[in-house]
């Protein structure tokens, strides 16, 4: 039996940020400050959540903004706080996608 996910992340806007490389070339961190702050402009109260794997170092200037890091989690939990998200932003890998194809929002 599979244990069902228990983990409750308290998170408005969850950012899926795909680390590596994949068919379009890494994300710059840049990319994903724009999305923070465009969110932040219309929800000056977001409480957002980074999703991705590896330290927060490799995150540069998004450090400096207003999110909580959600790293190098089990992958069941991660995939089931994408999907629970209020409000999912995709990353470029499967594990997005298939939040969003079962998204409960």
Do not use: W
Request: aromatic share 8%.
């Amino acid at each position: 039996a599979v244990a069902h996910p228990t983990k409750q992340f308290e998170c408005d806007y969850r950012i899926h940020a795909r680390r590596g490389m994949h068919r379009d070339g890494l994300v710059p961190n840049a990319t994903y400050v724009c999305l923070v702050r465009s969110i932040k402009k219309s929800d000056e109260n977001a409480k957002i959540c980074i999703f991705s794997e590896g330290s927060v170092e490799q995150f540069g200037e998004l450090v400096k903004e207003d999110v909580t890091f959600v790293l190098n989690g089990d992958p069941a939990e991660t995939f089931h706080g994408l999907v629970t998200a209020p409000n999912l932003f995709l990353g470029h890998s499967p594990l997005s996608q298939a939040a969003a194809m079962l998204a409960t929002q």
